[in-house]
T-cell receptor, first 114, second 110 residues
Framework: KAGVTQTPRYLIKTRGQQVTLSCSPISGHRSVSWYQQTPGQGLQFLFEYFSETQRNKGNFPGRFSGRQFSNSRSEMNVSTLELGDSALYLC?????????????FGPGTRLTVL | EDKVVQSPLSLVVHEGDTVTLNCSYEVTNFRSLLWYKQEKKAPTFLFMLTSSGIEKKSGRLSSILDKKELFSILNITATQTGDSAIYLCAGSSNTGKLIFGQGTTLQVKP
């Protein structure tokens, strides 16, 4: 069974640009969550999608948005990039809702904002 | 505000030692407490705890949850160098939010 895949793996952007990250969950998983990981703040929850609906959102500005498609694949978009957005962005999928079952993490997308 | 606090933040032990990692949480509409191990890549799942007092065990690792005192511990016995990693705990709410602690960095020396 294929694991969670994320594309691209590495990305370099400049301030003010926007970026779209993609996550393909494990087949059959309906929940996809996104996280930002930085050395200073650790792992922070961005949002969770379940059956194409955003169920919850962390404390991030509106520049961070996402969506989930009918095949459960998810995208995350960050607009008007800032230097502080440089981070590892992880997505995780689970069979059912977050906290009810094991979550499987993808390898992450390393975003660098110059 | 929801928060999860882990202690200690870092720990250095020698092979064969037993370690206890702590996690306290305050999560609104709490559903479960999860432990993850992170090496140089994405976190991998260790345990999910929902009920107080029931120990979960996997090899040399075990974990237990106390919902009255709002904390969990992760024990690793007979540590090996391969146990060196960051150990993360996270509290989940029944609204789909997962709050992570800062992590405990464990280094096991030969």
């Amino acid at each position: 069974k294929a694991g969670v895949t994320q594309t691209p793996r590495y990305l370099i952007k400049t301030r003010g640009q926007q970026v779209t990250l993609s996550c393909s969950p494990i087949s059959g998983h309906r929940s996809v969550s996104w996280y930002q990981q930085t050395p200073g703040q650790g792992l922070q929850f961005l949002f969770e999608y379940f059956s194409e609906t955003q169920r919850n959102k962390g404390n991030f500005p509106g520049r961070f948005s996402g969506r989930q498609f009918s095949n459960s694949r998810s995208e995350m978009n960050v607009s008007t990039l800032e230097l502080g957005d440089s981070a590892l962005y992880l997505c995780a999928s689970s069979l059912v809702a977050v906290g009810s079952a094991e979550q499987f993490f993808g390898p992450g997308t390393r975003l660098t904002v110059l | 505000e929801d928060k999860v606090v882990q202690s200690p933040l870092s720990l250095v032990v020698h092979e064969g030692d037993t370690v206890t990692l702590n996690c306290s949480y305050e999560v609104t509409n709490f559903r479960s407490l999860l432990w993850y191990k992170q090496e140089k890549k994405a976190p991998t799942f260790l345990f999910m705890l929902t009920s107080s007092g029931i120990e979960k065990k996997s090899g040399r690792l075990s974990s237990i949850l106390d919902k009255k005192e709002l904390f969990s511990i992760l024990n690793i016995t007979a540590t090996q160098t391969g146990d060196s990693a960051i150990y993360l705990c996270a509290g989940s709410s029944n609204t789909g939010k997962l709050i992570f602690g800062q992590g405990t960095t464990l280094q096991v020396k030969p």
